[in-house]
């Protein structure tokens, strides 16, 4: 995914996790990131639907995982 992607996503996002709302300013050390929503092995893709900010708790939580 290109840049031109992954700032849009920030930028819907106002550069807050779009999980818990973490904000950037909020986690220093770690730098939000964008991820899959579906993850690619399950289909998804890197349209701007499917991906969100997240922080890395809640990346790291969802994981590859589909289900609720």
């Avoid at 700032?7 to 550069?15: D, H, I, K, W």
Wanted: aromatic share 2%; with cysteine; charged share 20%.
């Amino acid at each position: 995914m290109d840049q031109v992607i992954r700032n849009a996503v920030r930028q819907r996002a106002a550069n807050r996790c779009e999980y818990c709302g973490l904000h950037q300013d909020e986690s220093p050390l770690a730098t939000l990131h964008v991820e899959h929503i579906l993850p690619r092995k399950h289909g998804g893709t890197d349209d701007l639907d499917n991906l969100a900010l997240a922080g890395i708790a809640c990346n790291l939580h969802k994981g590859s995982h589909v289900a609720g």
